[in-house]
């Protein structure tokens, strides 16, 4: 589904995001991609999704090269995905309807396609009796499953999901994650970034690591747990570390 090939990724203005990154994420895998701010994150997700290329080594998605897509070709991959964004990116002067219909008409997708679609996802979601609010009119984790309806309004196989529980409550972030297995379990692969490490260990996930730039760490169940503290710059011992790939501590210390 998703495959890194010996990826690194360093910016024009010299900061080493990636380094010799190598990993393998299968259809239909649910994984939570954690750690400090600056480690990383962002750029192994732009890289996915075509914002950013690789430096060197290769990136396979769905059997298709990225290296190899023409720039005409981009969108295209770009239909696979869902992406659920932190800071919700809404389009202010439009309703909810409008706001996840904008993602089908995007795509031309039929007006009748979209008047049965769009009220079945924001039912999914827990908002069909919103659709005609304005996202003013809305509450945070209001807002983000707004959000999260967009990003599965068409189907995607993979759903990208960038600290969708950073601006919701408690209660609010365990319901998006909630929702988000119940939509891998109907098959899509998702992909959770996120520095609540408390939902990591709550639901029992695939857990990738990132920091410095490397894989520090690949639980395939969860039984592995990843301390961070906002007070560190990274992570402290895993309670069982045979089982952690190790590295080189030779990684470049990237900014907040």
Not at 33 to 38: A, K
Not at 51 to 76: A, D, F, Q
Not at 206 to 227: E, F, L, P, Q, Y
């Amino acid at each position: 589904m998703i495959d890194f090939e010996n990826v690194s990724k360093t910016y024009s203005n010299g900061t080493h995001a990636l380094h010799d990154v190598t990993l393998h994420i299968n259809k239909g895998e649910f994984v939570f991609i954690v750690g400090p701010s600056g480690a990383g994150k962002s750029t192994f997700l732009k890289l996915i999704m075509h914002e950013e290329t690789p430096t060197s080594g290769e990136i396979v998605i769905n059997g298709k090269k990225t290296s190899k897509l023409k720039r005409r070709e981009v969108p295209y991959l770009r239909r696979h995905m869902g992406i659920v964004f932190q800071d919700f990116r809404l389009i202010e002067k439009m309703n909810v309807f409008d706001n996840v219909a904008f993602a089908m008409r995007a795509v031309g997708e039929r007006t009748a396609t979209i008047k049965k679609r769009v009220p079945y996802v924001l039912d999914l979601v827990g908002l069909k009796d919103k659709m005609r609010d304005k996202p003013s009119e809305l509450s945070g984790g209001e807002q983000q499953r707004v959000s999260l309806a967009r990003a599965l309004v068409n189907n995607p196989e993979i759903i990208i999901a960038d600290e969708p529980t950073g601006n919701v409550d408690p209660e609010m972030s365990h319901e998006i994650i909630e929702l988000l297995s119940e939509i891998n379990a109907k098959g899509t692969t998702v992909l959770v970034v996120t520095h609540e490490h408390e939902l990591v260990r709550e639901f029992h996930h695939r857990v990738i690591t990132i920091d410095h730039g490397k894989v520090i760490g690949d639980t395939k169940d969860n039984s592995v747990g990843a301390h961070y503290s906002d007070d560190y710059d990274g992570y402290y011992d895993y309670e069982d570390y045979d089982d952690v790939p190790q590295y080189p501590d030779n990684a470049v210390v990237l900014p907040d």
